[in-house]
């Protein structure tokens, strides 16, 4: 099912192949929920699907690369072929972003066909849960231009996702909020790129 796609939405899946200059955009200078989406911005979203500029955005300032064992907690249900991951501090609070590539699984290629030979790019960002997750929410709606596609309850996760594509990019973007409290919130982005 194609979905509609709000203008800025449908601008950010097209220009997901052209990465924006590091410099162009500046995060709010207060701790919160603003600050926390636009770092999900900068980071994710305006680099996909070019995992290199994640990994040279994660080469500024304070990330630490995540190697090892330690990588491992970071795999996708679908192992990624190509998984970094990098933990950094922002006002005093603990993040960790992480960037894969990989190819469809059997289950994605029989749900979306049209995105069988296609190679998936993402980009994820472990927040701390403190932030109000109503405030993180309007902060997402704000940026995508819209209100959820769907909301559904993943174990013990409530999950907001947006979907969109076009003929040759598939993307979702998903927040997923601890239902009854807990240490972590993720916000996701994921695009399929046809081959």
Known sequence: MRLPVTRHFFLLVVMLTFASPLYAQELPPEKGPVRTVKMFDIFCLSQLPELDHIAKFAGFGEFA???????ERYQPEVRADELRAWRFHDFGAEFILTAAKSKPDESFKKEVPKFAKSTSFACSLLIPATDPQAMVLKALVKLLGRD????SIQGPMRVHGWSGQNDKILSHVHYFAPVKGGPTSVLSARTFVKD
């Open 65 to 71: 690369e995540i190697t090892g064992k330690e990588l």
């Open 148 to 151: 959820p596609d769907e909301i």
